[in-house]
Structure formats: structure tokens, C-alpha cells
């Protein structure tokens, strides 16, 4: 049973430690940053008198573009965007949510069991691999989230979006007028704190390296071994 009282404080002042105090939130911003995105969209339509009017207003956070459809003047539903981002951007919440979770979990390994972590073979080895993976899951997240961030940011202008009601004939009823607006910032934001994991769990790799046996017996290896000194008799 853990004692919860054997806090060893000191782990939070090594590299080993004080890492995984960086990752969490840099991990917690990139999360919070997907859910700050948003799409307005609104379609005005002549009610009589030259009176303009917000006939259709849609106000979206999700990034499935594509599965969206939006009314015109006529009442009649169409979908605009050709392509969704979701599957991109549910990636690097998945990464963000394992990453937490395990980091959580390791410093809490870090602090009340470091007797057992700098024993046992076993867990600085399995701190190693997971360690890699999830540098792995960063980088690849980070590259999709990048590539296809920008992708929806050049669907989402105000340009495009009128060329796109163009080409579906969306907005022909006379007087029709269409508006948009779309958040872009939280956008930059999680693809910079998803690079900035990317580098970090990368970096992390040696770190958690430095206390595996693997380590340890290359150094022992690569320490000159020092001549006997030889005896000779008068």
C-alpha cells in the first residue's frame, strides 16, 4: 500500500521530474485550444421594402465541415464544404488525453515510489518505450493537425466560402447576402503546443534513457579499464 505521506520532492528538481510538469500543461492548452474554434455563418435574405434580414444563422465548433447543411433564402439545405477535419483534429485530443493521463501517472510514481522506479529494471525500461510512442503520436498529430488546419483555414474565407455558394448556386434568390467568420487563433494555438509536446516528449526519450540498465551498462562498458601494475622482483 502507497503511503502517501513519502513524498520525495526532489524529483520535481531533475530533469526526470520537472518535464512532465511542462508536458501537462502544454498538453491541457493544446486540448483546450481545439474547443476554441469557431464558425459563424450567416445568410440574409430581402423580406420586402429592400429590409435585409438574418434568415439562417449557424454558429459551429466542430471541425466536420462537410456534414454540415446550411439553408438558403429558399429553405433548401445544401452542403457547402467538401471535406471534414475532424478525424485530424480528434487525433490530437486523443494524444493530448493519453499523454495527461500518463504523465499523471508516472509522476506519481516519481514521487511516492521512486524506490521501486530506481530498482526495478522494469519500469524506467517501460517509461523508455511508451516514452517514444507517444513522441511518435506527437509528431504525426502535429504534422496532419498542421497540413490539414491550414487546409481549413483556405476553405473557410470569406472568398471561398462565396465561391463555394457559387458553385451550388446557394445564394441566387434576389437579395441574398452571405457572411461569415471564422476563429483562427485557437487553431495556431493547438498546432504550436502540439509541436511544442512533439519536441518535449522527443527530448524526454533521453532523459528517461539516462535510467535504464541499457544506459548504465554502456557507460560501464565504455570506462577504460586501468593496467595491473606489474611486480618485478630485485
Not at 420586402?48 to 439545405?77: D, P, R, V, W
Not at 466560402?161 to 434568390?173: E, G, N, P, R
Not at 434576389?174 to 504550436?192: E, F, I, Q, R
Request: a neutral charge.
Amino acid at each position: 500500500m502507497v503511503n502517501l505521506g513519502n513524498l520525495d520532492i526532489e524529483q520535481l528538481k531533475v530533469p526526470l521530474g520537472f518535464i512532465k510538469l511542462v508536458q501537462i500543461p502544454l498538453a491541457l492548452i493544446a486540448y483546450t485550444a481545439l474547443h476554441g474554434w469557431r464558425f459563424d455563418f450567416k445568410v440574409y435574405c430581402n423580406i420586402g421594402n429592400g429590409t435585409m434580414h438574418a434568415q439562417h444563422m449557424y454558429e459551429t465548433s466542430s471541425f466536420s465541415l462537410g456534414g454540415i447543411e446550411y439553408k438558403n433564402c429558399s429553405n433548401t439545405s445544401t452542403t457547402l464544404f467538401p471535406e471534414s477535419y475532424g478525424g485530424s483534429s480528434g487525433l490530437v485530443g486523443f494524444v493530448c488525453i493519453v499523454s495527461i493521463i500518463y504523465c499523471l501517472a508516472m509522476l506519481f510514481i516519481y514521487l511516492y515510489r521512486w524506490d521501486a522506479y530506481a530498482n526495478d529494471n522494469r519500469l524506467p525500461r517501460l517509461d523508455t518505450g511508451v516514452t517514444i510512442i507517444l513522441a511518435f503520436l506527437w509528431f504525426f498529430s502535429f504534422w496532419v493537425w498542421w497540413r490539414y488546419s491550414s487546409a481549413m483555414k483556405d476553405m473557410t474565407t470569406k472568398e471561398n466560402v462565396q465561391k463555394l455558394s457559387d458553385d451550388h448556386s446557394f445564394c441566387t434568390a434576389p437579395g441574398c447576402k452571405l457572411d461569415s467568420y471564422a476563429m483562427y487563433a485557437p487553431v495556431t494555438v493547438s498546432v504550436l503546443a502540439a509541436f511544442g509536446n512533439a519536441i518535449l516528449f522527443s527530448y524526454n526519450i533521453w532523459i528517461v534513457y539516462k535510467e535504464t540498465v541499457w544506459f548504465h551498462h554502456r557507460q560501464m562498458n565504455q570506462q577504460p579499464h586501468m593496467a595491473e601494475p606489474t611486480i618485478t622482483l630485485a
